[in-house]
């Protein structure tokens, strides 16, 4: 979460948004811009306000990823010995209970917004919204800037499959086990930039929707910051961490290269669409 705290801040919607792709650096890409003096934070990841709106089967998920991020504020304060400060604990009581994800309890979570501070919400599921579910963020969010990262298809389909099978605290054991795992659906949905990307950049030009190559977070990354902080007009600002990796995949499941092979089939037409929509260079910086 970013400094600074207004617990008589008015319900606000955000100006920044990142919008995707699930394991193509997002965790980063918040972590960066939480440091910025002129960025506020919630105190966790991901609102998914949209995405409960427009996308059914997420909410069945939802009360554990609010339960959980509470908790995890909870247990952070008490490792240093420390209580939840009570402006907090009032936030995330309203927040976490009554009536969530209508349109004013969305303004709510960033009412702690300083004054001349902008608000932030960096949620990977947006991606996946539907056309109406687009159509609907661009009248909700008329004035707000968009960043989405693009990452290997193949690279970013085996992250998410390490993160979903140790989650799972499954181990496959054979190709045959890697191969079954692969079939999982959400593997593709996720990562399907070929029918993601036109529902954004036809609501979205170029002065609201920034697309980053992933790759470059780890090439250059101080070059990502500088370009983001002129997009969403912020002042230059020096970082910490820059070069961390966030949420690196487990080593202790390494997927078979012909498992690595048929992905690659599979997904040949995301390759093509992301070179024939971006061009060959921005396609060479994607991993």
């Known amino acids: 979460m970013s400094s600074g705290w207004d ?14 792709a699930q394991k193509a650096g997002t965790t980063w890409l918040a972590q960066m811009l939480g440091q910025h003096p002129q960025v506020w934070a919630p105190p966790f990841k991901e609102v998914q306000f949209f995405n409960h709106r427009f996308i059914p089967d997420h909410r069945q998920w939802l009360p554990w990823h609010f339960r959980r991020a509470r908790l995890n504020i909870e247990r952070r304060h008490a490792a240093r010995g420390e209580a939840v400060p009570a402006d907090l604990a009032v936030y995330l009581d309203r927040i976490t209970r009554g009536s969530m994800f209508t349109n004013h309890w969305y303004k709510q979570v960033f009412a702690p917004v300083p004054q001349g501070t902008r608000a932030m919400d960096v949620t990977p599921e947006y991606s996946t919204l539907p056309d109406e579910g687009v159509a609907f963020v661009a009248r909700f969010l008329p004035t707000a800037r968009f960043v989405y990262l693009i990452r290997h298809p193949v690279d970013r389909a085996v992250s998410q499959l390490k993160m979903n099978l140790t989650r799972a605290g499954r181990t496959p054991a054979s190709v045959d086990d890697w191969m079954a795992e692969i079939d999982d659906p959400v593997l593709m949905h996720r990562g399907d930039y070929a029918a993601y990307v ?4 036809a609501r979205f030009g170029a002065d609201r929707l920034l697309f980053l190559p992933f790759g470059r977070i780890a090439a250059d990354p101080l070059g990502v910051m500088r370009q983001l902080e002129k997009f969403f007009d912020l002042a230059p600002h020096a970082y910490r961490d820059l070069n961390t990796r966030v949420f690196a995949s ?4 390494s997927v078979p290269d012909a498992v690595r092979g048929v992905l690659r089939a599979r997904l040949d037409d995301q ?8 061009g060959a260079e921005f396609a060479a910086q994607i991993r």
Request: hydrophobic fraction near 40%.
């Open 7 to 20: 617990p008589d801040g008015a319900p606000r919607k955000p100006e920044l948004i990142g919008i995707g």
């Open 198 to 201: 036109p529902r954004w950049t």
């Open 250 to 253: 487990s080593r202790a499941l």
């Open 271 to 278: 390759f093509r669409f992301i070179e024939a929509q971006f």
